[in-house]
């Protein structure tokens, strides 16, 4: 009876072995496809992001205006001017460069009016500051709060002027996108360097501009995460008015 009872015990002991076993391998199995899952999805995700740079800079490439003097170009109804980012109250270098060169085309006549084109309320109204403080004079002047990235200053500036022809102030950097997406969505709009000085991008900058034109493909054929804002439900405002 002994005999027999450690006999089932040492069978129940090698089952109990067999069953862990074969629950690690299992268990091996099952990560080594999800992290083959994952590599796969990151080398699909890259070469896709890879593949809309490659379209975004085939499509914009070429299409930065560069100039001696303002007298040399074709006249337009406004300058638009997408936000570049603010922290703790101050404008980025490249927002205050684009509207320096606005302010510039205002000054020499090339449009009647300049948007400034902010992220959020803070960025737009910086931008408002800077531009009076320029010399612009408030009428001239517009105010959009809901220009999250490009795509959406565009947008909302064509709803707000539709068909009119316009300068987009941006970097080198950011031209292509910029155009590719003028383009996509048919604005009249022509990209004008506010490069006013040479600097080198960063790494992080030129990696950052593969996922925004992956982005740039979506939104350009429709395929955006959000919508602009309506300027009807959230107005583009004219400083000559109540600027709120």
Same mark, same amino acid.
């Given at each position: 009876?002994?005999?027999?009872?450690?006999?089932?015990?040492?069978?129940?002991?090698?089952?109990?072995?067999? =069953?862990?076993?074969?629950?690690?391998?299992? +268990?091996?199995?099952?990560?080594?496809?999800?992290?083959?899952?994952?590599?796969?999805?990151?080398?699909?995700?890259?070469?896709? /992001?890879?593949?809309?740079?490659?379209?975004?800079?085939?499509?914009?490439?070429?299409?930065?205006?560069?100039?001696?003097?303002?007298?040399?170009?074709?006249?337009?109804?406004?300058?638009?001017?997408?936000?570049?980012?603010?922290?703790?109250?101050?404008?980025?270098?490249?927002?205050? +460069?684009?509207?320096?060169?606005?302010?510039?085309?205002?000054?020499?006549?090339?449009?009647?009016?300049?948007?400034? /084109?902010?992220?959020?309320?803070?960025?737009?109204?910086?931008?408002?500051?800077?531009?009076?403080?320029?010399?612009?004079?408030?009428?001239?002047?517009?105010?959009?709060?809901?220009?999250?990235?490009? +795509?959406?200053?565009?947008?909302?500036?064509?709803?707000?002027?539709? =068909?009119?022809?316009?300068?987009? @102030?941006?970097?080198?950097?950011?031209?292509?996108?910029?155009?590719?997406?003028?383009?996509?969505?048919?604005?009249?709009?022509? @990209?004008?360097?506010? =490069?006013?000085?040479?600097?080198?991008?960063?790494?992080?900058?030129?990696?950052?501009? +593969?996922?925004?034109?992956?982005?740039?493909?979506?939104?350009?054929?429709?395929?955006?995460?959000?919508?602009?804002? =309506?300027?009807?439900?959230?107005?583009?405002? *004219? *400083?000559?008015?109540?600027?709120?």
């Amino acid at each position: 009876m002994k005999k027999q009872t450690v006999s089932q015990t040492r069978n129940t002991c090698r089952a109990q072995r067999n =069953d862990v076993a074969g629950a690690t391998r299992r +268990y091996k199995r099952v990560v080594v496809l999800a992290v083959g899952i994952v590599i796969a999805a990151t080398l699909a995700l890259c070469a896709f /992001s890879l593949a809309c740079y490659r379209q975004v800079q085939g499509m914009g490439n070429g299409t930065l205006v560069y100039y001696e003097y303002a007298g040399e170009l074709p006249t337009a109804s406004y300058i638009l001017v997408p936000g570049g980012g603010a922290k703790e109250g101050e404008l980025s270098l490249q927002s205050r +460069y684009r509207l320096m060169r606005a302010a510039e085309l205002y000054k020499e006549g090339v449009a009647e009016k300049v948007v400034a /084109s902010g992220g959020d309320a803070e960025e737009a109204l910086l931008m408002r500051d800077a531009l009076l403080a320029m010399g612009l004079p408030p009428e001239a002047l517009w105010v959009d709060k809901h220009g999250e990235d490009t +795509y959406a200053s565009i947008c909302r500036a064509v709803q707000l002027f539709p =068909d009119e022809r316009f300068y987009l @102030c941006t970097q080198e950097q950011y031209a292509s996108r910029a155009a590719y997406l003028l383009q996509k969505l048919g604005a009249n709009g022509i @990209c004008i360097n506010a =490069d006013l000085v040479i600097y080198q991008t960063p790494f992080i900058g030129r990696l950052r501009e +593969y996922l925004a034109a992956t982005k740039a493909v979506l939104d350009g054929n429709g395929l955006a995460f959000s919508r602009p804002g =309506d300027v009807g439900q959230f107005p583009i405002i *004219c *400083c000559g008015g109540d600027e709120g």
